[in-house]
């Protein structure tokens, strides 16, 4: 907003600054400063009229007849509602990253799509064998190239080190850019190799990053780890071994880990379920403090994830001083989601309260949980009831012979032997290590037992099972349904036509009106409630 400075008027005795119609008049009703607010790339005076303030457009300024001006409002640009300096790091156009939806359900198909559009996108790796993501590796690369504005997902796998550090070596082998690490809870050898990976120095001293980790994270102490250099022990292990030159390991230690974090809120899947006005504000505050105390040349950038299903939560996310956004649930209801036609008809019946928190798969025994969808499904009280029993008892033949049965007959669907035979042909293949340790540890064989029934479950979800749509795990928090309510009865309600590209485009330009909105509010214009609402639409 550019006020009008208090050198003219009838106190100063210089004639006021005013606006002068051209082709069109000033509003003053609420129907045209609505139209007006929603026309966010052009400037906006702000006028004064006989019964307060108005919008205008257009016209021309003088002294001496039209209306008094009041302000200015420059264009308010979607691209330009976070941190420039993210657009020009990453080549995108908007301020706005797809999460990565773990076990393919954030699809190569949705991250070229998006990059396409200048936008950017990460393929949901969680949950997928590391062949499976180097197949998607490869396609994306044929596909993309050398194009910075895509990336993959990179989670924690305390379970399965073996597996997070296979998944991180491929990303380096192929040269994947940008990498999203997400559900850490410390540091491991793989997240610190990629981030140093490829650090060098430029003519000036500067430091420069081949690969870009993105961190997403709900808690201080986590966000500190990736706002601060790499710890001297893991980076000298990694020089040890090979992993890293000697100049990587010097380098990093002058960088943060990450220069992007995601600061994930209510979100579904991982989450603490943290207000995003608690949490964001928290984390800029430390990132000032620590870029203050390591001395950084270049700002880390903070975004904002979890419980953006609408223009409002996006605008609020800028407001509270995002770099970027990222979304995540909601594009589970795109044309390119990874999951099924009979998932998404749930997805979509979906309202703010049907959520809960459920046993995570991937972390099961550690009692970590994932905010998931109830309405219709039933996986959150069966997985629930899974968890309770490995809190109870030592191994699957301490269980109760009629709770055993129960289990059988209600969660499984089969014999406990007979999922304990498919459980150790997928292990197997996928890691060893843990029938090895399932032999010596009874209780760790019942938690990979149970382990397949919440594993599955979102499996199911992706193929469309019909025989298990009761127990679909479809990840999900509050945002969901808010965007469900948002959408209906328009474009991004029809299956066939809500795509992820439609999904930010909507989001973003909703969330540059609703901007525009309250900057005319700060200045006294009266601003209707129809102003503050954007219906989705075709986009380009």
């Known amino acids: ?111 070229t799509a998006l990059a396409g559009a200048r936008l950017l996108g990460f393929f949901g790796a969680a949950g997928l064998s590391p062949d499976r993501v180097e197949r998607a590796v490869t396609e994306l690369t044929a596909a993309l190239g050398t194009a910075p504005n895509w990336g993959v997902n990179l989670i924690h796998s305390p379970a399965e080190p073996r597996t997070e550090w296979q998944v991180a070596d491929l990303l380096l082998r192929h040269r994947v850019r940008r990498i999203s690490a997400s559900a850490y809870l410390d540091l491991t050898p793989a997240v610190v190799r990629c981030a140093a990976a490829g650090l060098r120095q430029d003519a000036d001293g500067r430091v420069v990053r081949d690969t870009h980790v993105f961190a997403k994270v709900s808690r201080r102490e986590v966000a500190e780890k990736f706002m601060s250099p790499a710890p001297g022990p893991l980076l000298d292990a990694l020089v040890r071994d090979g992993w890293l030159t000697a100049e990587q390991g010097r380098l990093a230690r002058r960088v943060p880990v990450a220069e992007d974090i995601t600061v994930e809120a209510d979100s579904g899947g991982h989450t603490d379920n943290r207000p995003l006005t608690v949490v964001l504000p928290e984390l800029l505050a430390l990132r000032d403090r620590l870029a203050v105390s390591y001395g950084y040349r270049r700002p880390v950038r903070v975004g904002a994830a979890g419980g953006l299903g609408t223009p409002a939560a996006v605008a609020a996310a800028f407001a509270l001083g995002a770099a970027y956004v990222m979304t995540g649930s909601v594009n589970q209801l795109a044309v390119e989601s990874g999951v099924s036609a009979d ?85 197997q293949r996928r890691d060893p ?90 200045h006294g214009v009266p601003v209707p409630d129809a102003a503050l609402t954007f219906r989705p639409r075709e986009l380009v």
């Open 433 to 522: 290590d843990q029938l090895t340790r399932a032999a010596r540890d009874p209780r760790h064989r019942m938690a990979l037992v149970f382990r397949w029934y919440v594993g599955n479950a979102s499996r199911w979800a992706i193929e469309g099972r019909p025989e298990r749509r009761a127990d679909y795990q479809l990840w999900a928090g509050p945002a969901l349904g808010a965007f469900n309510d948002w959408a209906r009865g328009s474009v991004l309600a029809d299956p066939a036509r809500c795509s992820v590209t439609q999904i930010a485009l909507n989001l973003l330009e909703g969330a540059a009106v609703l901007t525009r909105a309250h900057q005319l509010r700060t």
């Open 1 to 111: 907003m550019t006020l009008v400075p208090q050198t003219s008027g009838p106190d100063t005795g210089v004639p006021p600054v005013c606006w002068r119609p051209g082709t069109e008049a000033p509003a003053f009703d609420p129907a045209g400063v609505t139209a007006h607010t929603a026309r966010v790339r052009e400037p906006l005076y702000v006028v004064r009229g006989p019964a307060g303030h108005g919008t205008a457009t257009g016209g021309s300024l003088g002294t001496g007849g039209g209306h008094p001006l009041v302000g200015l409002l420059p264009p308010v640009y979607p691209e330009w509602l976070g941190d420039r300096g993210f657009a020009e790091a990453h080549g995108t156009r908007f301020p706005y990253v797809a999460g990565e939806m773990a076990g393919g359900i954030a699809t190569t198909r949705m991250v």
């Open 343 to 427: 998932a998404r008809e749930l997805l979509a019946a979906a309202g703010v309260t049907d959520v809960t928190m459920a046993p995570a798969a991937d972390m099961f025994e550690q009692g970590v949980r994932v905010q998931v969808l109830t309405r219709n499904t039933l996986f959150a009280a069966r997985s629930r009831r899974l968890y309770d029993t490995y809190r109870r008892y030592g191994s699957l033949a301490e269980i109760p012979a009629e709770l055993r049965q129960r289990l059988e007959r209600e969660v499984f669907g089969a014999g406990l032997d007979e999922i304990w035979a498919d459980t150790e042909r997928f292990w």
